[in-house]
């Protein structure tokens, strides 16, 4: 059975730092495409940010680009969000997702575009 | 940035009513869309993909279309575990995006 297991969420100072980490199990999590999302209380989802299966590749949403940074350990089945200068406005549930792979059928190619497998979340307040 | 637009915000239906729920582009996504459904306390869960394909084990009576720039989730008869918020999503240039959302909740 597929799980994440997101922790490390709590309250911090506008200013301060926190680091986030999502537990994979049930699956090769080094073949997986990953990703963090969040939702900010009683708003929608909102993409925060994309790493490749060996970690090469990144990717930020403009408005986490320079403050966060993502980042995993493939032999620990884990991947991290480390969010430094936290404002109000990430106060949040932090998500992660995993990547439906790409595939081929009868119908053509299928994108790896989606989250197929979500984490419960870890809340992250950011108040003085 | 492709903004998507979902309508309406909110839908009140009964159960055993059909829904459709609307996913506009601000351009092209060709078909690689998806539908969310979230309720409340709960992560998101994959509906459909690829605008029409829906994801392992979610019912028949849940349904995507179109391509392009408008797409339509429909659920042809509700059932009580349905109510819920509908999210769409779309990935490009290696930026993803979803909707605001449209609540379906009980008349």
């Known amino acids: 059975e597929v799980q994440l297991v997101e922790s490390g969420g709590g309250l911090v100072q506008p200013g301060g730092s926190l680091r986030l980490s999502c537990a994979a199990s049930?699956?090769?999590?080094?073949?997986?495409?990953m990703n963090w999302v969040r939702q900010a209380p009683g708003k929608g989802l909102e993409w925060v940010s994309y790493i490749s299966s060996s970690g090469s590749t990144i990717y930020y949403a403009d408005s986490v680009k320079g403050r966060f940074t993502i980042s995993r350990d493939n032999a620990k089945n884990s991947l991290y969000l480390q969010m430094n200068s936290l404002r109000a406005e990430d106060t949040a549930v932090y998500y992660c997702?995993?990547?439906?792979?790409?595939?081929?059928?009868?119908?053509?190619?299928?994108?790896?575009?989606?989250?197929?497998?979500w984490g419960q979340g870890t809340l992250v307040t950011v108040s003085s | 940035e492709i903004v998507l637009t979902q309508s309406p915000a909110t839908l009140s239906l009964s159960p055993g009513e059909r829904a459709t729920l609307s996913c506009r582009a601000s351009?092209?996504?060709?078909?690689?869309l998806a539908w969310y459904q979230q309720k409340p306390g709960q992560a998101p869960r994959l509906l459909i993909y690829d605008a029409s394909n829906r994801a392992t084990g979610i019912p028949a009576r849940f349904s995507g279309s179109g391509s392009g720039t408008d797409f339509t989730l429909t659920i042809s008869s509700l059932e009580p575990e349905d109510f819920a918020v509908y999210y769409c999503q779309q990935r490009s240039n290696w930026s993803y995006s979803f909707g605001q959302g449209t609540k379906l909740e009980i008349k």
């Open positions: 049930g699956f090769t999590f080094s073949s997986y495409e």
């Open positions: 997702a995993r990547v439906k792979p790409y595939y081929y059928d009868s119908s053509g190619y299928h994108a790896p575009y989606y989250f197929d497998y």
């Open positions: 351009q092209s996504v060709s078909s690689y």
